[in-house]
Structure formats: structure tokens, C-alpha cells
């Protein structure tokens, strides 16, 4: 594939919406991501708590790269040759970790190196969880899986689970965002015709490829 090519895939492909998004996103967390978001504690009697902003800021930047998913040529690309995978592949690669190396330079300049590495790992597990959502509930709703977990993190904040709140070199987070990131490539790899194709091996019989 020639350069021009290429940018007209990530054209097609929202590329540069997505990269402007989440280095909009990294800017905001630079700025303002010590704001402390107040929320009522369970069982405090009215009490509230408070979240810094930057701890959230992740999920959205992993909700809208799913966006590269997206798009006039989705189904096609779905129903794609195994070329046409690879290519889809290596360029939802490098769209992570172009966003990936704008929020980490961003937050490592405003608040720390141990700071941007944290944003990234969030960013990596709420990536895998909005690609496991897509495959679910469809490619305009990466944000519900993602969602529901910072529940658990935004009510129950600074437990041995958060990932938010865990050091740069917490062992269990990382082992969370190489299983996210496990199911949410294998979700987002599970287009029709490999579901098709390996369930008619499983039955013993063969499917046709895409395309036949």
C-alpha cells in the first residue's frame, strides 16, 4: 500500500480525529487533571469524595480510539481477505501508540514520568475493555464495558484493584491490561467469517473464506 494510500485509510478510518481527540484529552488531564471530582460516598451519610479528574481521563481517550472501527468501509473491512486484516491490524497498532506517546509525554511533562506510565496502563486496560465492548454491543458502544468498571474504581477508590491509583510498577494492574488488552484483541479478531470458519471446523466441516 502507497503513502497516499495510506492516508486515505486513515481518512476514512477517523485517524486524525482520533489522534486530536486524545491529545485533546491528554492536554485537559495536564491542566486540570488534579481536580478532584466530588461524589457522594456509599454508607458516609452525605459525605463526599473526591476522584482527581486525571484517574478517569483514560477511558475516554480508549473509548474513542475504538472509533478507528468505525466508519464508512466497517463492514467492509470486517468482511476483509487476511491482507486486509493485517493492514487493519498494524494501523489500529500505530494509531494506539502514536495516542499512547502523546498522553504519556503530556502527563510525564505536567505531572511525572511514574504519573504518564500510570495514564497509559489505564488507558491500555479501558482500550481492551471498549474492544471487547464493541464486539458485544456494536462499534458505537465501546463505552458501556469501560463504563461499568470505573464504577468499581470511582466508589471504591485506592484498593488493591484500582489501577488508577496503583504505583507504575504494580504487578496486578499490569497483569489486568495484558488480560484486557488479551480479550479485546481476540474480540475485535472475532469478525463473522473467522467465527463462521471456526466453528465449521469445530463441526468438522470447512467454511468459506471471506470473499468466497
Known amino acids: 500500500m502507497t503513502g497516499s494510500e495510506f492516508v486515505l485509510y486513515a481518512r476514512v478510518h477517523r485517524g486524525v480525529a482520533v489522534l486530536a481527540t486524545t491529545a485533546a484529552i491528554a492536554i485537559l488531564s495536564a491542566f486540570f487533571g488534579g481536580t478532584h471530582i466530588a461524589l457522594p460516598s456509599i454508607g458516609s451519610g452525605g459525605v463526599t469524595t473526591g476522584v482527581p479528574f486525571r484517574h478517569e481521563l483514560p477511558l475516554l481517550s480508549a473509548v474513542f480510539l475504538t472509533a478507528a472501527l468505525d466508519g464508512a468501509m466497517s463492514a467492509h473491512d470486517e468482511m476483509g481477505a487476511s491482507a486486509a486484516h493485517r493492514f487493519r491490524l498494524g494501523y489500529c497498532i500505530g494509531l494506539t501508540l502514536t495516542a499512547c506517546a502523546l498522553s504519556f509525554i503530556t502527563e510525564a511533562l505536567a505531572v511525572s514520568a511514574e504519573a504518564g506510565v500510570v495514564f497509559i496502563r489505564s488507558l491500555l486496560i479501558w482500550f481492551g475493555l471498549a474492544l471487547l465492548s464493541v464486539r458485544l454491543f ?28 496503583n504505583s507504575a510498577t504494580d504487578r496486578f494492574s499490569w497483569a489486568v491490561a495484558v ?34
Do not use: M
Open 179 to 212: 488480560l484486557a488488552l488479551s480479550l479485546g484483541v481476540a474480540a475485535a479478531a472475532a469478525t463473522p467469517w473467522r467465527r463462521k470458519t471456526f466453528l465449521g471446523g469445530a463441526d468438522g466441516r470447512s467454511a468459506p473464506g471471506p470473499g468466497a
Open 138 to 165: 456494536g462499534r458505537q458502544l465501546g463505552w458501556i464495558v469501560p463504563l461499568a468498571s470505573a464504577f468499581f474504581l470511582i466508589w471504591y477508590p485506592q484498593n488493591w484493584w484500582d489501577w488508577t491509583s
